[in-house]
T-cell receptor, first 115, second 113 residues
Framework: NAGVMQNPRHLVRRRGQEARLRCSPM?????VYWYRQLPEEGLKFMVY????????ESGMPKERFSAEFPKEGPSILRIQQVVRGDSAAYFC?????????????FGDGTRLSIL | EDQVTQSPEALRLQEGESSSLNCSYT??????LFWYRQDPGKGPEFLFT???AGEEKEKERLKATLTKKESFLHITAPKPEDSATYLC??????????????FGQGTRLTINP
């Protein structure tokens, strides 16, 4: 009974490097969401994707951040030229449908640390 | 702007001591209110969805209720394994039909044996 799988669980990068975070949704789920949890803060929405489409990226910083969910393979959240302020836990969630009250099921996150 | 406020920030109870967690919300149009449980180092685990005022849902020692402005998570006779951070989130109507959840800061619950 595989849930949402995220990897790596922990990622360490130096300032200026690129970080790639991967998310495989639950089987049968075609809707993926990314959230960020900064230290001592709540979960904040970043982006919502369906296969090959970005539906809502209103929570994603305009620069250095991008997301994709290709026809085959996992969803990728990419952060270019990382800075110290990018250190956070990044969570992916998925749902089978997109509708009123559809619960989103979360993975265990990727903890990104920037040296 | 949609907002969710949870109180208290932290709560310590003795095993068997019942209590309630509060979630106050302001949204333009509520599509659903969600409760999640989060253990340290883990992702949020879905507990309940509530859709409209007056609705109640139960699961083991937990019961969630909803009014037009707030939701309560009642914990009856808690056990140490109920210790976790409990998150409240709302899903609001949006022009894009987007599905994003707006989360509160959470209530960190500790049950002492």
């Amino acid at each position: 009974n595989a849930g949402v799988m995220q990897n790596p669980r922990h990622l360490v990068r130096r300032r200026g490097q690129e970080a790639r975070l991967r998310c495989s949704p639950m089987k049968g789920h075609s809707h993926v969401y990314w959230y960020r949890q900064l230290p001592e803060e709540g979960l904040k929405f970043m982006v919502y994707l369906q296969k090959e489409n970005i539906i809502d990226e209103s929570g994603m910083p305009k620069e250095r951040f991008s997301a994709e969910f290709p026809k085959e393979g996992p969803s990728i959240l990419r952060i270019q030229q990382v800075v110290r302020g990018d250190s956070a836990a990044y969570f992916c969630a998925s749902s089978p449908l997109a509708g009123r009250g559809q619960p989103q099921h979360f993975g265990d996150g990727t903890r990104l640390s920037i040296l | 702007e949609d907002q969710v406020t949870q109180s208290p920030e932290a709560l310590r109870l003795q095993e068997g001591e019942s209590s309630s967690l509060n979630c106050s919300y302001t949204v333009s149009g509520l599509r659903g209110l969600f409760w999640y449980r989060q253990d340290p180092g883990k992702g949020p685990e879905f507990l309940f969805t509530l859709y409209s005022a007056g609705e109640e849902k139960e699961k083991e020692r937990l019961k969630a209720t909803l009014t037009k402005k707030e939701s309560f998570l009642h914990i009856t006779a808690p056990k140490p394994e109920d210790s976790a951070t409990y998150l409240c989130a709302v899903q609001a109507v949006s022009i894009q039909g987007a599905q994003k959840l707006v989360f509160g800061q959470g209530t960190r619950l500790t049950i002492n044996p």
